[in-house]
């Protein structure tokens, strides 16, 4: 179970919340969880997000293993120039 | 990747940290070296595009009847060319309506149809020749003014994301992002101090000196060639590729030396029209453009318009900040607002803090990344009105940010929790710098601000080869913007044991190795480096299983030194040690060629923090701005190639001061840019400048093996706020609006009280 | 429009050629002669990426059309090392990392060869107004500025 906390204009598509629980083993399993109980939340989830776990920022990372006590947040796909 | 001994304070290098000549240097500096627009094939054609003289306009036809009679005409393509591939990606749709203009032009420049033909004479008398029919509509190029309800549409499907309920109508608001925690109307309600002041900055060039340019040359069996100067060829081929339905394997791309990107050549423009141009024509094509296409037609930064309210205590702790960014992304979605959104704020430990970002389009070229996209004007604003703070509460400027700076388990603005960060390393550090205490003149003011950029890793693909001779080709997979090249090669020579200069790195095109993404994002000494030491590492092995065959013993009992295979213990035999070279020599019989590989998309690319400090002397009759003296310190967490660090330090706080005294983008009341020039868009000169004098910092970052951090996006974000709170302090008059140009200057000092004048 | 045939000196060598009469001294260099050192960095004199010398007179090549190089002799990037070896200012640039992309470097060398051909001992001040025509994006001009006084120095110890 990984606490998830996503930004503050995503809250109208998660009735408010701020902190999700997802039962979740690794960020994939977590994204497509995410979708699946939150739709409105596919949109930004297709245009693409990166994920930071642990304070490390990960703009892939599928297989990234999620613990139960895995600070994770949702962020804007990372760009760069 | 983890840091190798993070428990030893710093590991001892012997070649990384030192400041060899790279290794393209030698062309580069006698002119063989061979950029974007250098290249030649037999039976080139010249291809030129024609661009809507328009801000906004419906393309009802385009009549290329009279230019294809034109003796020398070989191909003209137009919309009809460009059949919509995308199958719903809606932002490679984008891409492509910006490439080729479709339903309208939205933008004066946007590509409208283009001609390949055997002259550059030919091919401008075929540009006029065609004949397109616009219906001009009103236009908007102001993000203030086209969020305003009334103001002209762009896009009729666009419906406003993020906002409750959802607009019925639509607009020229893409989205609406928010970011924070805490209660900032509480927290307000303690401060003993607030500020609030509203903001706007101009849209900029990247500036690079090199135009766009390639060559493509497609064949009638469907696979082409492009030779581009682009910071990810990668990215040119797929994009391509699927913007023309054709495989990625039949598109072979190769990278030429780039003049210069800064995120501005990370996306495709002329590319995909010059291999429909070559296809059609069945010729090469080369495209190059003019420098006024490269204002008009590339992608410049968004301008910004931003409101700051930030409250403090006496003691000059922050209590709460707020803030809103609208930004403009030119006629398309896509705008770094939420990076903007994200940055602001983020060097500080906060309890209440919100930022709001608007996402606008209006009629201007589509925006593409600058170096730390959408931080260097949300940090502008933050840093003025902390400056402004700090003087109300008469604390030190840099005390008021070393009292408020976020450390390792802070929450950062934006979210996650912050492992170890270099930011109160690098203020305590300019606290003692002795830029602080010089003395300042009549009409001189010194200013600071600190910032920093996220940075990140990526896909990255590296193979090394040993020679017959014991010499090492080195292939990556990342174009070398700023000198890159002679890192990966001081990386891969540390490894291996071996002389820098018996490692020759080479940028292979997209057929001859795998993925690596953008040069950009501050990755490549980071994540191509990474991979340049584990395909060291991974040769290593190769190399001592060799000695442990030629030796007869187990490959445990084999270990690597200083460029010598050596058995590990006393109990693994009395051998000599063998060298590289003595290896390489005996690979053949010893089971073929040895090579090292490695592919990955790396992670754990740590921030990179910056204070910079500025002294300003501003002219009153004129107006005008001298940079005195400007000191930049940040942490690279391992500087590889030391030199080529503050380059980085360097390059961007230039055009960071570009930006805050001279550099914008001038609309006439036709939507047409007023200065697509060198003379009139004035980028810093070398006589504008004094030397700019850097500190490295080098707090290991613990996600690299020998600690790298990118830097080369930082150093763009503190200087704006830099040189305003140092004009502001010269001056006795807050300057809101960038860039800070003699004229602005003349009226904000006219509209100043004396009694002001006086205070400050 | 009838094409020109001229004949001028590059780096010392006499060379002829043949181009339209509204082609430029850069056109010429790169597209017809293969001296691509010179660059085309905006077409109207403001960059300097094109910078040549003209009877030992630096000049912007975009500036100059290619019929009027008839008579003259004209100095390029490629005609600055002797052979195999780099005039001091190329090897000061690499030495002092004055390049990053390296697009604006040819011109940098050739224009600040022009400034030590007319005066060996420039002041710093002296050297950043001499190069003010040269646009660099990338290095801050700094290290540039730093090679051109350590190149000048070594020159005058010569």
């Given at each position: 179970?990984?606490?998830?906390?996503?930004?503050?204009?995503?809250?109208?598509?998660?009735?408010?919340?701020?902190?999700?629980?997802?039962?979740?083993?690794?960020?994939?399993?977590?994204?497509?969880?995410?979708?699946?109980?939150?739709?409105?939340?596919?949109?930004?989830?297709?245009?693409?997000?990166?994920?930071?776990?642990?304070?490390?920022?990960?703009?892939?990372?599928?297989?990234?293993?999620?613990?139960?006590?895995?600070?994770?947040?949702?962020?804007?796909?990372?760009?760069?120039? | 990747?983890?840091?190798?001994?993070?428990?030893?304070?710093?590991?001892?290098?012997?070649?990384?940290?030192?400041?060899?000549?790279?290794?393209?240097?030698?062309?580069?500096?006698?002119?063989?070296?061979?950029?974007?627009?250098?290249?030649?094939?037999?039976?080139?054609?010249?291809?030129?595009?024609?661009?809507?003289?328009?801000?906004?306009?419906?393309?009802?036809?385009?009549?290329?009847?009279?230019?294809?009679?034109?003796?020398?005409?070989?191909?003209?393509?137009?919309?009809?060319?460009?059949?919509?591939?995308?199958?719903?990606?809606?932002?490679?749709?984008?891409?492509?309506?910006?490439?080729?203009?479709?339903?309208?032009?939205?933008?004066?420049?946007?590509?409208?149809?283009?001609?390949?033909?055997?002259?550059?004479?030919?091919?401008?008398?075929?540009?006029?020749?065609?004949?397109?029919?616009?219906?001009?509509?009103?236009?908007?190029?102001?993000?203030?003014?086209?969020?305003?309800?009334?103001?002209?549409?762009?896009?009729?499907?666009?419906?406003?994301?993020?906002?409750?309920?959802?607009?019925?109508?639509?607009?020229?608001?893409?989205?609406?992002?928010?970011?924070?925690?805490?209660?900032?109307?509480?927290?307000?309600?303690?401060?003993?101090?607030?500020?609030?002041?509203?903001?706007?900055?101009?849209?900029?060039?990247?500036?690079?000196?090199?135009?766009?340019?390639?060559?493509?040359?497609?064949?009638?069996?469907?696979?082409?060639?492009?030779?581009?100067?682009?910071?990810?060829?990668?990215?040119?081929?797929?994009?391509?590729?699927?913007?023309?339905?054709?495989?990625?394997?039949?598109?072979?791309?190769?990278?030429?030396?780039?003049?210069?990107?800064?995120?501005?050549?990370?996306?495709?423009?002329?590319?995909?029209?010059?291999?429909?141009?070559?296809?059609?024509?069945?010729?090469?094509?080369?495209?190059?453009?003019?420098?006024?296409?490269?204002?008009?037609?590339?992608?410049?930064?968004?301008?910004?318009?931003?409101?700051?309210?930030?409250?403090?205590?006496?003691?000059?702790?922050?209590?709460?900040?707020?803030?809103?960014?609208?930004?403009?992304?030119?006629?398309?979605?896509?705008?770094?607002?939420?990076?903007?959104?994200?940055?602001?704020?983020?060097?500080?430990?906060?309890?209440?803090?919100?930022?709001?970002?608007?996402?606008?389009?209006?009629?201007?070229?589509?925006?593409?990344?600058?170096?730390?996209?959408?931080?260097?004007?949300?940090?502008?604003?933050?840093?003025?009105?902390?400056?402004?703070?700090?003087?109300?509460?008469?604390?030190p400027s840099i005390d008021m940010r070393i009292i408020n700076a976020a450390k390792e388990g802070t929450?950062?603005?934006?979210?996650?929790?912050?492992?170890?960060?270099g930011l109160r390393a690098t203020l305590e550090r300019a606290k003692e710098h002795p830029h602080f205490?010089?003395?300042?003149?009549?009409?001189?003011?010194?200013?600071?601000?600190?910032?920093?950029?996220?940075?990140?890793?990526?896909?990255?693909?590296?193979?090394?080869?040993?020679?017959?001779?014991?010499?090492?080709?080195?292939?990556?997979?990342?174009?070398?913007?700023?000198?890159?090249?002679?890192?990966?090669?001081?990386?891969?020579?540390?490894?291996?044991?071996?002389?820098?200069?018996?490692?020759?790195?080479?940028?292979?095109?997209?057929?001859?190795?795998?993925?690596?993404?953008?040069?950009?994002?501050?990755?490549?000494?980071?994540?191509?480096?990474?991979?340049?030491?584990?395909?060291?590492?991974?040769?290593?092995?190769?190399?001592?299983?060799?000695?442990?065959?030629?030796?007869?013993?187990?490959?445990?009992?084999?270990?690597?030194?200083?460029?010598?295979?050596?058995?590990?213990?006393?109990?693994?035999?009395?051998?000599?040690?063998?060298?590289?070279?003595?290896?390489?020599?005996?690979?053949?019989?010893?089971?073929?060629?040895?090579?090292?590989?490695?592919?990955?998309?790396?992670?754990?690319?740590?921030?990179?923090?910056?204070?910079?400090?500025?002294?300003?002397?501003?002219?009153?009759?004129?107006?005008?701005?001298?940079?005195?003296?400007?000191t930049v310190l940040q942490d690279a967490g391992k500087a590889v190639h030391p030199s080529y660090v503050?380059?980085?330090?360097?390059?961007?706080?230039?055009?960071?001061?570009?930006?805050?005294?001279?550099?914008?983008?001038?609309?006439?009341?036709?939507?047409?840019?007023?200065?697509?020039?060198?003379?009139?868009?004035?980028?810093?000169?070398?006589?504008?400048?004094?030397?700019?004098?850097?500190?490295?910092?080098?707090?290991?970052?613990?996600?690299?093996?020998?600690?790298?951090?990118?830097?080369?996006?930082?150093?763009?974000?503190?200087?704006?706020?830099?040189?305003?709170?140092?004009?502001?302090?010269?001056?006795?008059?807050?300057?809101?609006?960038?860039?800070?140009?003699?004229?602005?200057?003349?009226?904000?000092?006219?509209?100043?009280?004396?009694?002001?004048?006086?205070?400050? | 429009?009838?094409?020109?045939?001229?004949?001028?000196?590059?780096?010392?060598?006499?060379?002829?050629?043949?181009?339209?009469?509204?082609?430029?001294?850069?056109?010429?260099?790169?597209?017809?002669?293969?001296?691509?050192?010179?660059?085309?960095?905006?077409?109207?004199?403001?960059?300097?990426?094109?910078?040549?010398?003209?009877?030992?007179?630096?000049?912007?090549?975009?500036?100059?059309?290619?019929?009027?190089?008839?008579?003259?002799?004209?100095?390029?990037?490629?005609?600055?090392?002797?052979?195999?070896?780099?005039?001091?200012?190329?090897?000061?640039?690499?030495?002092?990392?004055?390049?990053?992309?390296?697009?604006?470097?040819?011109?940098?060398?050739?224009?600040?060869?022009?400034?030590?051909?007319?005066?060996?001992?420039?002041?710093?001040?002296?050297?950043?107004?001499?190069?003010?025509?040269?646009?660099?994006?990338?290095?801050?001009?700094?290290?540039?500025?730093?090679?051109?006084?350590?190149?000048?120095?070594?020159?005058?110890?010569?």
């Amino acid at each position: 179970m990984a606490n998830v906390l996503i930004w503050s204009s995503l809250r109208s598509h998660t009735g408010g919340q701020a902190n999700l629980q997802i039962e979740a083993g690794n960020v994939r399993e977590m994204l497509d969880k995410l979708g699946d109980s939150y739709p409105g939340l596919k949109p930004q989830l297709q245009r693409g997000v990166s994920v930071s776990i642990d304070g490390i920022i990960f703009r892939d990372g599928w297989l990234e293993p999620l613990k139960p006590e895995s600070e994770v947040v949702l962020l804007p796909r990372m760009v760069g120039g | 990747m983890p840091l190798d001994n993070p428990q030893s304070a710093a590991r001892k290098f012997n070649l990384v940290g030192t400041r060899p000549v790279r290794p393209d240097g030698v062309d580069k500096v006698t002119g063989r070296a061979r950029f974007g627009a250098d290249a030649v094939a037999p039976g080139m054609l010249v291809g030129r595009i024609l661009r809507s003289p328009h801000a906004h306009a419906k393309i009802k036809s385009i009549d290329t009847s009279k230019a294809e009679k034109l003796s020398g005409v070989k191909a003209i393509v137009t919309r009809d060319d460009f059949p919509d591939k995308t199958d719903g990606d809606a932002l490679l749709y984008d891409v492509l309506y910006n490439v080729m203009a479709r339903e309208k032009a939205l933008y004066e420049g946007h590509a409208v149809a283009a001609v390949a033909a055997t002259s550059a004479s030919v091919a401008r008398q075929a540009l006029k020749l065609i004949k397109v029919d616009y219906e001009v509509l009103p236009h908007v190029t102001d993000v203030d003014e086209a969020m305003k309800p009334g103001a002209p549409v762009l896009h009729p499907k666009m419906f406003t994301d993020g906002v409750e309920p959802k607009p019925k109508k639509a607009s020229n608001i893409v989205r609406r992002y928010e970011f924070g925690h805490g209660d900032v109307a509480a927290g307000f309600k303690h401060a003993d101090v607030i500020v609030e002041r509203s903001f706007k900055t101009e849209a900029t060039h990247q500036g690079y000196i090199e135009p766009h340019a390639c060559l493509a040359s497609f064949g009638p069996d469907g696979q082409a060639e492009l030779w581009v100067c682009t910071q990810g060829h990668f990215m040119v081929r797929d994009t391509c590729a699927r913007l023309l339905g054709m495989d990625v394997s039949k598109l072979r791309v190769t990278a030429s030396e780039i003049g210069g990107g800064f995120g501005g050549k990370t996306t495709v423009f002329i590319e995909p029209v010059a291999l429909v141009l070559s296809k059609k024509a069945n010729r090469p094509v080369k495209v190059v453009m003019t420098r006024e296409e490269v204002f008009k037609s590339t992608g410049p930064t968004s301008s910004a318009s931003m409101d700051v309210k930030i409250g403090a205590t006496r003691d000059g702790r922050i209590v709460s900040a707020d803030m809103e960014l609208r930004y403009q992304g030119g006629a398309f979605q896509g705008s770094p607002v939420e990076f903007g959104a994200m940055a602001a704020f983020a060097p500080y430990d906060l309890e209440n803090v919100r930022t709001i970002g608007y996402d606008v389009v209006c009629n201007r070229p589509k925006q593409a990344a600058y170096r730390a996209p959408g931080a260097p004007m949300a940090n502008f604003a933050v840093e003025s009105v902390i400056e402004e703070i700090a003087h109300k509460l008469n604390i030190p400027s840099i005390d008021m940010r070393i009292i408020n700076a976020a450390k390792e388990g802070t929450k950062s603005s934006y979210g996650p929790i912050y492992g170890p960060i270099g930011l109160r390393a690098t203020l305590e550090r300019a606290k003692e710098h002795p830029h602080f205490k010089a003395p300042l003149g009549k009409n001189q003011g010194r200013g600071m601000a600190c910032g920093f950029w996220f940075n990140f890793g990526g896909q990255s693909c590296v193979t090394m080869n040993v020679g017959i001779d014991g010499t090492v080709s080195l292939t990556v997979g990342s174009p070398d913007i700023g000198g890159s090249r002679a890192s990966m090669c001081l990386m891969t020579a540390e490894e291996l044991g071996i002389p820098y200069d018996k490692v020759r790195a080479v940028i292979a095109d997209t057929g001859t190795l795998g993925y690596s993404d953008v040069t950009d994002g501050s990755r490549t000494t980071f994540a191509t480096g990474m991979a340049c030491i584990q395909a060291a590492r991974d040769a290593i092995k190769k190399l001592c299983a060799r000695a442990a065959q030629i030796w007869g013993i187990s490959e445990e009992a084999v270990t690597w030194e200083n460029g010598y295979a050596k058995p590990a213990g006393p109990n693994a035999g009395d051998f000599a040690p063998l060298s590289l070279k003595e290896i390489a020599a005996q690979a053949a019989q010893t089971g073929g060629p040895i090579a090292g590989h490695y592919e990955l998309n790396a992670d754990g690319a740590g921030v990179s923090f910056a204070t910079h400090i500025c002294d300003a002397e501003v002219d009153p009759e004129t107006g005008f701005t001298k940079i005195t003296r400007y000191t930049v310190l940040q942490d690279a967490g391992k500087a590889v190639h030391p030199s080529y660090v503050e380059g980085q330090f360097q390059g961007g706080a230039v055009q960071g001061i570009g930006w805050a005294l001279n550099e914008e983008y001038i609309y006439g009341k036709d939507g047409r840019l007023q200065n697509a020039g060198f003379l009139d868009y004035r980028i810093p000169v070398c006589s504008d400048l004094p030397m700019i004098d850097t500190v490295i910092l080098e707090i290991p970052n613990p996600g690299h093996p020998y600690g790298v951090r990118g830097v080369g996006e930082t150093s763009i974000v503190p200087p704006l706020a830099t040189v305003a709170n140092a004009v502001s302090h010269a001056v006795g008059v807050r300057m809101t609006e960038l860039p800070i140009s003699p004229p602005k200057l003349l009226k904000a000092l006219e509209t100043l009280p004396q009694q002001k004048k006086a205070a400050e | 429009m009838s094409a020109v045939h001229v004949s001028a000196k590059i780096n010392g060598d006499t060379v002829e050629y043949v181009c339209e009469p509204d082609e430029t001294l850069l056109d010429v260099l790169r597209n017809r002669l293969g001296l691509t050192g010179a660059k085309e960095g905006c077409s109207t004199g403001d960059c300097g990426a094109c910078s040549v010398t003209i009877d030992g007179r630096l000049t912007c090549s975009c500036l100059v059309l290619g019929a009027e190089a008839e008579g003259r002799d004209i100095g390029t990037i490629e005609g600055m090392a002797k052979g195999d070896a780099l005039h001091p200012l190329q090897r000061k640039f690499l030495e002092h990392a004055a390049l990053q992309c390296g697009i604006c470097t040819p011109g940098f060398l050739v224009a600040a060869k022009s400034l030590l051909d007319h005066n060996p001992k420039p002041s710093e001040t002296e050297i950043r107004f001499a190069l003010a025509g040269n646009l660099c994006r990338c290095t801050g001009y700094d290290k540039i500025v730093r090679a051109v006084m350590d190149a000048a120095a070594e020159m005058r110890r010569a």
